[in-house]
């Protein structure tokens, strides 16, 4: 089902953030932190505190990516439908996972009620990944990470399973540019027509006093960048590069 | 095909996001706007600036809203396909609106290149709306508004349009409580039952020292958020609320 390797999608969920009422920190953060280890976040979804939205997505970031990192909907009330939606996903039950009834029973000497007992449940055969870090593990259903929206707990679990997302790192250079964008069109085409694996991107700006365009090369091959960045820069208009970092 | 009025979903597009080299501003400001002028954002995809992917974005944000907004991808480079992936939802052609043809031409008094003319492409059928704000239109597609990734611009496009989103607005209540979300689920559940039409929120904390959890009841009927805070106030244990704002 994967497609590529060293690729991820995410699945924020939460009612909070499409009404507006928080600001996701934790999308930009696991895109930051697996660009930087090597994975290709290939797309982001923001869906509602609803069971088949949730599965809907979590189907869709599976057939587009290698791994799938979810983000919120998990806790005891009634609007914490995560593992709901991503067993329903992956076509199986929700279960009681062993270790967590431990942590859960350890936690609460006085007996687990529904609410309590809640934060056990698991898509059936997932895996836990404890650290010493964390106090409670995380859950990892088939490639599908199960993270909380609590930004701090989220930073934590995904420390615990870092090392699972390196890969090849990225080559980045960026071009500044001080003709606009309708005036190097052609010199990226020629570039990606001669350079095809780099990723090309182009991003104008209307408020800098020295740069029209900042132009970014990226690729897992340092080579093929170095090889297409010295293209572009000949192939550029005389004296429009500012400067090449 | 919207399913319901009042509602958008919003399309992000860029690699430079889901690369991580510049974090979405755009979604949140117009989840804020919109929510603010009582319409309700009901899913936010982040996608690449591949044409089939906005296409498939698209389609499927307009299966589920009213209107769909879109972010980025606009302009004269090879990366800026967001139109042709809008015209390909739509099942239209990609043409030359001519309004913008004209403002093109009057900017441009050298001549319309490639580049330059790919600043005048919309979907077939497209309507351009104009403001004394705006230098250049905003594009229009059937329910599709095609917004430019610069967030200035962005901005200055939404206010163009902005009464167009005016629905009912949201009432929203926030009750802060000491009770962790295991002991008050409960109750959560109880309230839900009673008052079915409101959106019941729960939000724990962690570092807070006075309260555990952030409920929210939320609702375009101002009498029934009024009634399901009652009632939840009343279910909460004793002492559990610290403040109902």
Request: glycine share 6%.
């Amino acid at each position: 089902m994967p497609r590529r390797s060293s690729t991820a999608a995410i699945v924020v969920i939460g009612n909070e953030i499409l009404s507006g009422k928080t600001q996701d920190d934790n999308g930009p953060f696991l895109i930051r932190e697996l660009r930087a280890l090597g994975t290709e976040v290939c797309r982001l979804e923001v869906v509602p505190d609803e069971v088949e939205l949730i599965a809907d997505a979590v189907r869709r970031c599976r057939e587009a990516a290698a791994h799938v990192l979810t983000s919120g909907g998990i806790g005891p009330t009634h609007d914490d439908v995560t593992v709901a939606g991503v067993a329903r996903a992956l076509d199986r039950k929700v279960v009681h996972h062993p270790v967590l009834l431990d942590c859960l029973k350890s936690f609460w000497t006085d007996g687990l009620t529904p609410a309590r007992l809640r934060l056990a449940e698991v898509p059936d055969g997932a895996e836990v990944v404890m650290s010493a870090a964390l106090r409670f593990p995380l859950i990892v259903a088939e490639n599908v990470y199960i993270f909380p929206g609590v930004p701090e707990l989220l930073r934590a679990k995904f420390d615990a399973v870092r090392d699972r997302f390196r890969a090849a790192p990225f080559h980045l250079r960026t071009i500044f540019v001080r003709e606009s964008e309708t005036n190097i069109a052609q010199c990226l085409d020629r570039t990606l027509e001669a350079h095809p694996t780099v990723a090309l991107g182009s991003y104008p700006r209307f408020d800098h006093p020295e740069w029209k365009v900042k132009l970014t090369v990226e690729s897992r091959d340092a080579a093929a960048v170095e090889s297409a960045v010295r293209f572009l820069v000949g192939a550029l208009p005389a004296g429009s590069v500012v400067r090449v970092e």
